[in-house]
Each structure stands twice: as C-alpha cells, then as structure tokens.
C-alpha cells in the first residue's frame, strides 16, 4: 500500500512539472516586421530554436521558464513563461554589443571584435544633415580629423585617420557596399546605414591600400519579409558666412596710408579725407545662399528577396559668387538580394550619380576672397563710366574682387555610375563561397573661360586674349573579389572562422582636353573650341591615359573560446603594376587577441560591471598610391628639335624613373579596453596606438641637370624617409531615464595624437614646402624630428622701441634691410652675431594635439533635442591673406601697430619704405585651436497623427549647422587646409564652411 502511494505522488509530481509547448513571435519594435533567425533559448538549459519567416517560434519548457530571444543588431531580451503566447519587440541594438561592424569581407558582432573600429550609424547621420557623407565623422570618431579644402559647394574634404603618415597621398580607402570610391561627393548622404572606420591592423586585410585607414559605407537596404516602407525627406535653408575679417574702412585705411607713406618722407596719397568713397568688398562679395534638399527611400522584402532604393536632389549656392559658385547633385540608389535557392544568395547594387558645379578662384594668391581683403576701401566697385574699377596702386596681384566674379566661367560635370554583382553559396553546412564583381564608370567633363580683361597696370591676371579650356576625362574601374568562409563550432565552446580569397582590381583613364583662344565677341555665349582662332590639344604628346593594376590574395583566420578568448590573424599579397619587376609584390600580415574577462567565473559576482574585453592587434598595411609606371621611364615629355633649320615639338622622356622602388609601409600596434557599465547604459572605449610608416613614397628635390624641370618632365619618386605617429583615444557615453517621457543620452570622445618625422632619406635631409608671400623660402618643412609639415622660420621678440636697442642687437642687414625703431626684433638663434636665414627653427605645428567631440540628446515627450561640439586644439597656422603693398588694405589689427617707444611691443610700424617685416616669422603664426558647434536641432515628431493614412510618422525640426567656433585665429576658418602634408596650414584666405540654417521634415509610410 505505502509502495502505491509513493509512486501516486510521484506521478503526480511529474505531471505538474510537465514541459510546455511554447509559442511565440519576435518582431522589429520599430517596424512591426518579423524577425527571421532570432535565437530562442531556454534559460539555464541547452534547449534552443530559431524563429521562422514570420517571426514565429515554438519550443518545449516547463511552466515559469525564463525565454531569451537574441538577433545580432537588436538589444537582447527575456520573458517568464506564464502560460499566453509571448511576444518579443526587440530594439535595435545601434550602438551595443550585438551591433553588426563591418570589417572587410565579413561582419562581426562588436563584442567579437579585436581591432580599433568605430561605427557611425544613421541616426548619427540623420541628426547632423551633412552635405557630403565624411562629415557625419567629424567629431563622432574618435582618432579621425576632417578639414576642408573650401567651404563652397560640392567641394572636396580631407580625411585624416590617426594623424598623416606620409607627406605623399594620405587619404583612406573608402568603399562604398564594396566599391572603391574616390569622391565622396557622389554619396547622397541619406542613403547611408552605416559607417565602420577601421583604424589599425584590421585594415590590413586590404593590405596596400589600407595604410591610411578604411572607410566602409554601407548603404541601406530592406529585409526580407518586410512590408514596403516609404521615407521621404526635405529641407529647405540658407547659408551665410560665419565671420567677416575686421578690415579698415576708408577713413581708417586713409590715415593709417597716410602715416606709411610719412614715415617714408613719401607725399601722403589721401590729403582730402571728406571725399572717400567707403566700400566693404567682404559685404560685396559675401551672400545669404539657399540650399534646398529632397529624398525619396523605400525598401522591403519578401519571403526570399530585399530591396531597398532611393533618389535625391541637392541644390546648393554658394556664399561667394552666389550663381556663379553653386553645386547641384542629382542621385539615385538601389539594392536588391534574392535567394535563388535555400542556399544561393544573390546581390546586386547600383548607383547613379549627377552632378554639376560653378567655382570661382577660391583660395590661394588671387583669390575672391583674396582680393575682397586686401582691395582698397577707397576705390568703388565701378567708375564713373559705369566699368569695373581698376585696382591701380596695389600690386600686380590684387583685382577687383567684383569685377573677377563678373568674369570668372567655370563648371564641372560628373557622371558617375557604380554597380556590384554577388553570390553567395553555402555547402556543407560550414561553408560560404561568395564572388562578387564592382564596377565604376565616370565621366567628368567641363570648361573655363577667361574673357579678354584689363584688371589694371601689370596685373598677373590681365587676359590679352580670351581663353577657352575644355575637358572630358574617362575613368573605369573594377573590383572581383571571391573567397570563401568556413565557420564551425565544436563542443559549444569553441568557434572557428576561415576566410580564403582573391581580389583582381584595374583602374584606366583617358583624358582629353583643348585650349582655344580669341573667341568671337569676347563672349561666354560664343565660347566653344569651334569658334576659337587657335586651338591647342593639351596632350599632343601623350600622357593622355593610365593603366593601374592590383592581384591579390588573402587568409583570415578568427578563433574564439567561450566567447571569452578571441583570436584573429589576417594576411594579404598584393601585386601591383605600381612597382616594377623587382619589388612588385608585397606581404601585409597581421593579428589580434582579445580576452574578455566579464565573462569568467570570478566576474559572476561583479555586478557593477556588464562587459569588459582587452584587446590588442599589430599587423602590417601598404600604400601603393603614386603615378602608374614611376619605375620605368616613359616617353610622355615635351622636347622641341630643330629640324632643317625649324624648330619642331614632339615627345621627349617624361618623369625621371627610379626601378628600385617599393612599397611604403606602415607599422601599426593597438591597445584597447572596452567596458559597459549600469545594465549597458554607460559605454567606455579606450585606445593606445604606435603606426610607424616607413619607405615613404615621395617626390624628392634632384639636381637640374638630370633635366627633372624640362616640359612634361619631373622628379623621381623615391622611398625617402619615415614617420611616426602614436596617441590615445578615448569614448565614454550614457544613455538614461528620467521618467518614462524624458531621456537623455551624453557621448564624449577624445583623441591625442604626437607626430615625428623620424628619418629623411635625401642629402639635405629635409623636405621642403608650401608657399608664404611672393619669392620667399619655403615657410614649412618634414625633417627628422619635427612634426610632419611644421613651420620654419623665425623668432622674433618684440618690436624695437629705440635706437638703442637697434645698436646692441645683431645685425638683420641679411634679411634685406637695416632694422629702425618700430620694427620687429628677430633672435639670433644661433647666436652668430648676425640674423639671417641660418636663424629659422620651428615655431609651429599645423597638427592638432588634441581633438574633442561631445554629443547632447534630450527626449522629452514627442519633442527631440541634441547639439555636436568639436574641439581641435594645439594646431597652428599661418596667416598668409595679406598682401602687404603700399596701398592694400590691412585688418584692423595695424591700427594697434608702434607709434613710439613703449606704444606696441606686438605690432610693427607701418612704412613704405624697406624692412624685414613681411620676412616669415612667428608674427605669422596663430594658435588655430578652436571649438565648434557643428549641428544644433529641436524636433518634433507626430506618431500617430496619419494613422488614417497609412503615415506611420512625421517629424519636423530646425537646424543650425555651424554654428558657432570659438577661436584665437583671426582668419576665416580655422578648421581649414589645403590637404597637403607640407604646407597644408598656410592660409591665402581659405572660402570659410558656411553656417546653415535648415528647417526640414521626415515623412515614414
């Protein structure tokens, strides 16, 4: 009896702990659409499934089982079992552990990853608004600088990743779904879901061309199963300078001329002071310009495709020269993937682009805004006879700002068009074979013409004869990639991923060009090569195309213990037509570890602490980026031979070779910690880098009598030295909850970086270069231990007060005059009795110490509020938009020049006569660091207002971009730069980016 009892109870026991079925759904929290292939676990066992096309699932658990559904890019979430169906709304995971980064032939999860990558996703785009795409990084990434070349439209910026490694071409590779893309320009922003930065040795699976860093821009598509989806977006605004120089107005200007010329015993050009005209060229030339903006995106899915396109318009004007400086861009963008078989995926993308720009002379000697400073306030805009007025008495330089927009003739069109190709097949359960094919064709075609003017009396810029340039240049490229992934887990601790490919891309080009001269009536509407008198083919003898190749292979091996000890090793052969039969190969191998130490068992009590990884990687990257064929000599130079007495033009060798050339190299070792706190809430990265680059690919100075300056000719390149540069970076962010109807978010990130030449390889042992004045040295420099690109020059120390003072101090004779009271003391650096030359050293450095971002979001009900500062600090330039003749105008700075002993120790005299004062020198050089609002927006957002009508949301917001810049700098810009590695921080008065002013909306369907 007691026996029956017993096995009663136990049967009933078993009962009330009988296993559920369990059926669910998972679905996007923001769309509704299922999710396919969301993990579904029971909690503490090893029972396990995925959901199907629907979203659905269905598994066995006991009453009161915690289930936890996961799907990489979505914030992971759990659910006690009590008996209903269970619904999951995953979130996505934009910037979590889970969120999906792309590093090169393969996806990993972020807490999987080794290297130092960061990701910038859509929402960070969609809130800032660029115009071209690299400007969502500005600020954003930690490590990565942005400067721009001019801040018209459609004009190009440099991206510097991690400090500048060479002084040759220091740009990164960027790939846009894979393609390689030169000009960011051709991206519609909009289009974009991500951005993955690759900033050490995980860029070297693309081996010669990643030593400059990665750019990977993914752009957006749909998924399967995915209802269609309609985004529309707009914006309308205006744009206006953010600063206008001080200069003098005419009453100023005339009695500052007066004493120059007095303190020369020189008649004074202004004895009646009632009778001045009074123009402000910076007013004149400056304009409020409109920008207008439409996007139209859909994507979606079914059961076994994805499609996603967009197109878009940009109109742009710009804020010098309005019509005659705008940018127009025309865009349009698809994607589609189709699952032929279960296991044969295919991807297709395109891109075309179209757009049209009008420049005017932006920067540099000459300049609008060049002349627009330095023409005299005393002269109007046109004279009595109603012509443009001449700019008599200033120079051979300075024009008549107005007078050159009026006959200033230059536009630009691209086209461009991308497409990719791909299949994926998966075999054998482990195994993923994949080829895929890009390719870009360009057309860029264009003219300029320059009227017959008379600027005034020696003007460089006078034109005898109307000049008409025009050009049409074709370039085609294309990328096969195929490789092949196994990835296999064994005894559920141990993950393996193998990748094993071939890369083949060729890049040609064929350019066409023609002067024409004496065009019919001196008019634009005549101006056509037809019509022109003379006409001269610009590549007569050759050099009219290029031809580039790059074979390559690749291994990448990643292992993983329990997620808890990571391993990666990458290794790439490039062969490139770049270097010749010798050194045409070469080998970039690299590797990373991580650890993550969250995961161990004396962390389980650690509750302060969500997430920490160690990582570290040191690997090798190349650079392949110089002219094609530098390795052997070519007949694409000019030569002239007399032939029966005439003198005939043909072809003589071009470049001067060098067959020993090889690859630049660059060195990179990393150090990272990455660790989230407060259930996630708060995220810290935190980086250590050395990158030494080494055989840097330059062009050196040679003797003349190897003919390097003969027409069509040139000096070699050479492997000529090595830099190196290493800093930290570092990102914390915080996202939080105030109640259920008010959140805020707090991103701060940091970069310090230190660069030092470490060796030149050429007799001198410095390169030299950049522009300061007219006929001076060359005011910047690379030479072993300095900065890349710092300033050269010399010291000064005040300004002379006395006579006495000029007696006791050495000579400055050798600068090209005796000094007088009121001029500018130089020092004697080498203290030789005598200042010259021999005394210049550095006194600065146009690389930035430091660079900052601080993010700001608010949410408060439907409202939306979030602010981008940036902060450069420790970068110097030099002003250089001073012409400096007698009657060119000056900022209002002179007004506080030396009057008398003890007047000014800062600001020098002001004469006619000769001095060294316009000598290079540390007057001339400005602290440049600056902080900068970069984007300020309030929104408000409509969630439910157009449910009627299928309107998922609307939102409408305004914006400020640029807002303000907090500086010492006394130019335009100081965020501005040529680009160039030696001379990049010279300012001839750089076009200033613009602050905008937007007012938009965000229609979702």
Do not use: C
């Not at 390097?708 to 540069?725: I, K, L």
């Amino acid at each position: 009896m007691n026996r029956f009892i017993t096995i009663t109870f136990l049967l009933l026991g078993s009962l009330s702990f009988a296993q559920q079925t369990i059926n669910g759904t998972v679905t996007d929290a923001t769309t509704g659409e299922p999710l396919l292939g969301a993990t579904v676990v029971v909690k503490g066992t090893n029972t396990a499934v995925t959901t199907d096309f629907d979203g659905e699932f269905t598994i066995t658990a006991n009453d009161g089982a915690v289930i936890v559904v996961s799907y990489v890019g979505y914030k992971t979430k759990s659910q006690t079992y009590t008996g209903s169906p269970l619904v999951f709304n995953l979130e996505q995971d934009v910037a979590g552990l889970d969120a999906v980064v792309v590093v090169g032939y393969g996806t990993q999860a972020v807490r999987e990853v080794t290297g130092a990558v960061s990701i910038v996703n859509n929402e960070t785009i969609e809130e800032l608004k660029p115009t071209r795409i690299e400007q969502a990084l500005q600020g954003t990434v930690p490590g990565v600088t942005i400067t721009s070349q001019s801040g018209s439209p459609g004009s190009a910026s440099n991206i510097r990743i991690r400090g500048i490694g060479t002084n040759g071409d220091s740009r990164p590779l960027i790939l846009v779904d894979g393609n390689v893309i030169e000009d960011l320009s051709v991206i519609n922003p909009n289009d974009v879901e991500s951005i993955s930065v690759l900033k050490d040795a995980t860029a070297s699976i693309y081996g010669v061309r990643a030593s400059n860093g990665v750019v990977i821009i993914t752009t957006k598509n749909g998924r399967r199963n995915q209802p269609l989806k309609l985004e529309y977006d707009a914006y309308v605004g205006f744009q206006q300078t953010t600063r206008k120089l001080p200069t003098l107005d005419a009453l100023e200007y005339a009695l500052l001329k007066n004493e120059a010329f007095a303190n020369n015993g020189e008649p004074i050009p202004f004895p009646d002071l009632t009778q001045l005209s009074d123009v402000d060229y910076q007013d004149e030339v400056f304009d409020d310009a409109p920008i207008f903006f439409n996007n139209l995106g859909i994507r979606g899915g079914t059961e076994k495709s994805a499609y996603g396109a967009g197109a878009s318009v940009l109109l742009q004007d710009g804020i010098v020269g309005a019509e005659k400086s705008k940018f127009q861009r025309s865009t349009f963008r698809g994607n589609f993937d189709h699952f032929w078989l279960d296991n044969l995926e295919m991807k297709t993308g395109v891109l075309l682009n179209y757009s049209n720009r009008r420049a005017i002379n932006e920067s540099g000697l000459g300049s609008v805004l060049f002349n627009a400073l330095n023409m005299a306030p005393t002269i109007p805009i046109r004279d009595e006879d109603g012509e443009f007025s001449l700019a008599e008495g200033l120079g051979n330089e300075v024009i008549n700002p107005i007078a050159q927009i009026a006959n200033s003739f230059n536009e630009t069109n691209i086209l461009k068009v991308s497409g990719n190709f791909g299949l994926t097949y998966s075999f054998l359960n482990d195994f993923e074979l994949t080829s895929r094919i890009q390719t870009n064709y360009s057309e860029v075609s264009g003219y300029s013409f320059a009227p017959e003017v008379f600027y005034g009396s020696g003007k460089v810029f006078n034109v005898e004869r109307s000049v008409y340039n025009t050009f049409s240049n074709y370039f085609r490229d294309y990328t096969f990639d195929s490789y092949l992934n196994y990835e296999h887990a064994f005894a559920k601790v141990h993950n393996v991923q193998a990748t094993l490919g071939i890369s083949a891309f060729r890049t040609t080009g064929k350019f066409n060009g023609f002067t024409g001269f004496d065009i019919p009536d001196n008019d634009i509407a005549n101006a056509s090569i037809e019509n022109a008198v003379d006409v001269v083919d610009n590549f007569v003898n050759g050099g009219d195309t290029f031809d580039q190749r790059l074979f390559s292979q690749f291994v990448r091996l990643r292992y993983s213990y329990d997620d808890k000890y990571l391993f990666t090793a990458q290794a790439r052969r490039d062969g490139s037509s770049n270097f010749g039969p010798r050194n045409k190969y070469g080998f970039f191998p690299s590797a990373s570890v991580g650890w993550v130490p969250s995961l161990e068992e004396f962390m389980d009590d650690e509750d302060w602490i969500d997430f920490l990884k160690v990582r570290f990687s040191y690997g090798v990257a190349g650079n392949d980026r110089i002219p094609a064929f530098a390795f052997t000599s070519l007949l694409n130079g000019e030569g002239t031979y007399p032939f029966d007495d005439v003198l005939v033009f043909g072809t003589a060798a071009g470049t001067i070779s060098n067959p020993e050339l090889k690859w630049e190299e660059q060195y990179v070792a990393n150090f990272g910690i990455d660790a989230n706190f407060l259930d996630g809430n708060l995220t810290t990265s935190f980086d250590v880098f050395n990158r030494r680059t080494e055989d840097l690919l330059i062009t050196t100075s040679v003797s003349g009598i190897l003919g390097a300056a003969a027409p069509g000719s040139g000096a070699p390149v050479v492997n000529g030295g090595s830099v190196r540069n290493r800093g930290l970076e570092f990102a914390i962010g915080y996202n939080g909850e105030i109640t259920d109807e008010f959140s805020y978010g707090v991103n701060y990130n940091i970069g310090v970086i230190d660069n030092e030449v470490l060796d030149v390889n050429n007799t001198v042992g410095f390169i030299e270069g950049g522009q300061f004045g007219i006929g001076q040295l060359p005011p910047a420099r690379m030479e072993e231990g300095q900065p890349l690109g710092y300033f050269y020059g010399l010291r000064t120390d005040g300004i002379f007060q006395n006579a006495a003072e000029v007696a006791a101090h050495p000579s400055q004779i050798a600068l090209g005059a005796n000094a007088q009271p009121g001029d500018i003391r130089f020092v004697d650096v080498n203290n030789d009795g005598v200042i010259d030359q021999d005394d210049r050293v550095n006194i600065g450095d146009p690389i930035a110490d430091v660079t900052m971002g601080l993010n700001l979001s608010f949410n408060y009900r439907n409202f939306d509020f979030q602010t981008y500062l940036y902060a450069s600090i420790g970068n110097d330039m030099v002003r250089n938009y001073e012409r400096s003749q007698n009657l060119t105008n000056v900022t209002t700075n002179d007004l506080a020049r030396w009057t008398g002993p003890g007047t000014s120790n800062s600001v020098p005299r002001v004469t006619t006569g000769a001095t060294a004062n316009r000598i290079f020198s540390d007057y001339f050089v400005e602290d440049a660091s600056f902080l900068r609002m970069q984007n300020l927006q309030l929104g408000y957002t409509f969630n439910d207002a157009g449910a009627r009508k299928n309107i998922e949301e609307v939102r409408f917001y305004g914006s400020v971009n640029n807002l303000f810049t907090l500086t010492k700098y006394r130019g335009f810009d100081p965020s501005a730069s040529s680009g160039a590695p030696i001379g990049g921080g010279i300012d001839p008065g750089f076009y200033p980016v613009p602050r905008t002013f937007l007012l938009g909306m965000n229609v979702k369907f």
